[in-house]
Every structure is written in C-alpha cells, then in structure tokens.
C-alpha cells in the first residue's frame, strides 16, 4: 500500500509540475529574469501550491500517525546554518543556468532528451560528490540520511 | 508578460500541493525531490522502496500525458554541454548540502512555516534571478 500510494502521489505531483509549466525551462527563466519580459506564472503556481499546502500540513500535523505508516518522518531541523546558506545559493545558481530544478530534471527524463539525461547525470554525481565529501568530514556526525529526510 | 498563464499555474500548482499533503498524509514522508532522488543513490540507504515508486509516478505523468495526446515537449537547454554540466553538479551538490530544493524547502518547508525553509527559499530564488540576470542582460547570452 505504501507503495502504491507513493506512486500515486508522484504521478499527481508530475501532473501538477506539467499543468503548471514547471517543466518548461523557457518558462522557468522567464520566470526569474525580473529584469526581462517577466512571466509571474510561476509566482502564482507556488502560491496555489501553497494555499493548498499549508492548512493540509497543518491537518497532517494534528494526527499521530499517518495513514499507512508507523510514523511520521517530520522535519526537526531548525537552525539556519553555513550548510544551508552556501547549498541555497549553489543551488539557485544552477537552477538559474538552465531553468531545471529536480523535480522537473527527473520528470524530463520520459522525454530522453540528450541534454536532460546529462543534466540529471551531473545532478546525481553532484550529489554522491556530497555524500563522499559529507563522509570524510570529521566534525559532521554521520546523519546523512536524517538530514536527506529531515528537510526533503 | 505575454506568457502570463495563470489559470494553468493555480490548476498545476494545487495539484503539487495536494500531492505533497496527500505523501505526508499517507506515508509520513516530505514530497522534497532533492532528497527523495538523493536517498536512492545513498550507499548502504534503506527505506528506498518508497521513494523509487514515487520517482516512477514522477516520470509516468508525462508518458500517461503522451498517451492521451498531451505529449510533453522536449524542454529547451541552453547548447553547451558545460553549462548544463556545471549545472547539474551545482543543483545535485547544492541541494544536499542545503537540504532541499524547490519542493523540500520552497513548498513543503515554507507549508510548515518553517524559518530555515523559508530562508533557503529566498535565498535560491534569489540567487537564480542574479543568475539570469547575470547571464541574459549582463553577459548578453
């Protein structure tokens, strides 16, 4: 059951980045070229999300449990840290490069676009780069997975 | 802004919402891509089953949508391969290492009214519109 609700929350959450235009990346960066031919499309895809999303969490945080696992994985980080700063902003600027944030990236991958399948490439060695680079730091307890499950 | 599509943002927009609240809801899990896609390539990770089949759904929208003549088509990238490169090696490491991306922190995070998400929100929005500007009317690209 676990799995296939999970499944199916992809396929809504897919649909909704392709109804929006998320998935767009020309959409994307006129999105975020202020300076330019601004297009707020995507301004009123988070505020949608949003609306829906915030009396939802806060129904879900009323429960003790959710419906089909023993717990809840709820975030519990607080602190606005170096880490987070620094990952921001890397993140930002590549979003801003080429217009594909994660979700997008890996929905695009149903197209076998050459330059999606490279981008995607490049996202999950960025990512085991941080793994690798996470596990020989000393001062860092190793909590990798809770941190990956603490924010999303 | 002639490409100003409103109606399809509210529509699409309320459907990520509502996938997000319905994975926590269901699963207990943050619909965060970043950190669903980062779990799978953990070495050693457990708890993978889960997020495999929500990455599926994830990349099935699409085919459906294809399926019952909506094809998605193909998105447009920049035409060097260094760039899109340096990109995906900037978003894989930087969403790690801040813990979340667009969804993780920009829907789910600033949902819970969480100050951290809401800072990495400001700050990778931030950082993209300097990027594009930087790149489209400082550079000329």
Known sequence: MLIIASLSCGLIFGAGLLVSGMVQPAKVLAFLDVFGAWDPSLAVVMIAALAVAIPGFRLANRRSQPLLAAQSFWPTKQQIDPPLVIGSTLFGVGWGLVGLCPGPALESLATLSPGVIVFVAAMAAGM????????????????????????G | MANFTPLSAAIGGGLIGLAAVLLMML???????????????????????????FLAGLVLAPLIAGWTGHAMPSPRLPASWTVIVVAGLLVGFGTRLGGGCTSGHGICGTARLSARSITATVIFMAAAIATVAVTRHLLGG
Do not use: C, E, N
């Open chain 1, 128 to 151: 085991m780069l941080h793994g690798a680079w996470q596990g020989v730091q000393p001062t860092i307890p190793s909590d990798g997975a809770v941190a990956g499950v603490a924010d």
């Open chain 2, 27 to 53: 699963t207990g899990r943050i619909a965060g891509i970043s950190g669903i896609f980062g779990g799978v390539l953990q070495f050693g990770g457990g708890d993978r089953g889960w997020r495999i089949a």
